[in-house]
C-alpha cells in the first residue's frame, strides 16, 4: 500500500508542471480590465519556467505584483501595500496589506475576483471584473503615408462650449480667459476639500495629430488623455532625469528619450501623433517618443476599450495649468 501510494504521488509530480504549463499558456498576455466605472491592465509573462505579472488597477502606475500562483484552472495575484494608519490614541501605526486577486481564463476571456483587506483588520472587499486579452500590436506604421483629414479647433478662446466634465458631480476648475483655457483648482481656506473634475471633449475620435501649448506653473501637474485612454503626462519636471512619469511620456509606459521640457511658466508645444496603437510625442520640437508602441491603458482611464472611438480629456485635480491652440487633425 505504501508503495502504491509514493507511486502514485512520484506521478501526480510528474503530470502536474505539464497542467501548469498549458494553464499558463491560457493566460500567458496583456489583458484589459474592466473594471467598475474605470478601467485596468494585467499582463501575465511566463518566461524561463517562472511566470511574472504587471498590474494596473484603477489609477496609478503599471506595477509588477507580489506573487503569481496557478492552481488547477485559478490564477491568483497578489499585491502588497503599505498603510499608514492613525489609530484612538493619535499615533499612528504602518503595516501591509495583501491585496489578491483570483482569475479563471475561458480562451481570451477572464472572469476575476479583487478581494481588498479592510484596513481596521475587519472584513473585506470584493470586486467583481471581467477581462479580455487584447489582440496583438500592428507593427509601427508608416507615418509618411497617413492622410489626414480637416484639422478643427478643440476650444474656441471664448467658452467652454465643446467641452463637458466626465464627472457632472465634482467642481469645474476649467475656464476661458483672455483666449486660455484655464484650470485652476483653489481648495478653500476652511480646509473642506474639493473635489475638481477632469474635463473632456463633447466629441470623440479615432487616430489623430493632436497639438497644442501649454504653460506650467512651478510644481504643477496635469495630463492630456487621447481617446480617454492614454495619458501624455504634463508637469513640471524641467531639470530631472528622465522618467516615464515626467513631461511628454506616455504615463507610466514611455520614458521620453531626451530632455525637452522648459522650465515652469514658459509656453511649451506639443505634438502628438496617435496612429493604429502607435504613438509619436514632440515636446518643443524635440521627437521624445518616436511611433513606439503602446501596450495598453493609462491610470484614470474611462474605459478598458482601446478600440472605439474617445474623447480628449484634460486632467483638472492636480494643479493650475494653462492651454492654447488645441487644433486636433483626424487621421482618414
Given amino acids: 500500500m505504501l ?35 474605470g478601467a485596468g491592465w494585467l499582463e501575465i509573462t511566463h518566461d524561463q519556467g517562472l511566470l511574472d505579472a504587471s498590474l494596473l488597477w484603477y489609477g496609478g502606475s503599471v506595477l509588477p505584483v507580489a506573487s503569481v500562483n496557478i492552481t488547477d484552472d485559478v490564477l491568483t495575484v497578489t499585491r502588497v501595500e503599505t498603510v499608514n494608519q492613525n489609530v484612538e490614541d493619535g499615533s499612528s501605526r504602518s503595516f501591509t496589506v495583501t491585496n489578491t486577486f483570483t482569475l479563471q481564463s475561458d480562451g481570451d476571456q477572464i472572469k476575476g475576483v479583487a478581494h481588498f483587506p479592510d484596513h481596521s483588520g475587519f472584513g473585506s472587499q470584493m470586486i467583481d471584473f471581467e477581462a479580455t486579452r487584447i489582440p496583438e500590436l500592428p507593427p509601427a506604421p508608416d507615418l509618411s503615408q497617413i492622410t489626414f483629414g480637416d484639422p478643427m479647433e478643440l476650444f474656441n478662446g471664448v467658452d467652454l462650449r465643446g467641452w463637458s466634465l466626465i464627472n457632472e458631480d465634482q467642481v469645474n476648475g476649467f475656464k476661458a480667459e483672455d483666449g486660455l483655457l484655464i484650470n485652476d483648482p483653489v481648495q478653500s481656506e476652511d480646509g473642506e476639500y474639493i473635489s475638481y473634475g477632469n474635463l473632456r471633449t463633447v466629441s470623440t475620435f479615432e487616430d489623430f495629430r493632436l497639438t497644442l501649448d501649454v504653460n506650467i506653473p512651478k510644481g504643477s501637474n496635469s495630463g492630456v488623455y487621447l481617446r ?50 502607435h504613438l509619436t510625442v514632440i515636446l518643443n520640437g524635440t521627437k521624445i517618443i518616436d511611433n513606439q508602441p503602446i501596450h495598453g491603458v493609462t491610470g484614470g482611464a474611462m474605459t478598458a476599450d482601446e478600440f472605439s472611438p474617445g474623447p480628449i480629456y484634460l486632467q483638472g485635480d ?12 483626424p487621421i482618414l
Fill in 3 to 37: 508503495l502504491r501510494f509514493v507511486h502514485f504521488f512520484f506521478i501526480s509530480l510528474c503530470v502536474t508542471p505539464v497542467f501548469a504549463q498549458e494553464m499558463a499558456d491560457s493566460f500567458e498576455g496583456r489583458w484589459t480590465l474592466h473594471l467598475p466605472g
Fill in 228 to 277: 480617454g485612454i492614454y495619458e501624455i503626462q504634463v508637469a513640471d519636471t524641467y531639470g530631472m532625469d528622465l522618467n516615464q512619469h515626467h513631461m511628454g511620456a506616455l504615463y507610466s509606459r514611455i520614458q521620453p528619450s531626451a530632455n525637452a521640457e522648459k522650465p515652469a511658466d514658459e509656453w511649451q508645444s506639443m505634438d502628438i501623433t496617435l496612429y493604429q496603437r
Fill in 318 to 329: 492636480h494643479g493650475r495649468i494653462l492651454y492654447r491652440n488645441l487644433i486636433l487633425t
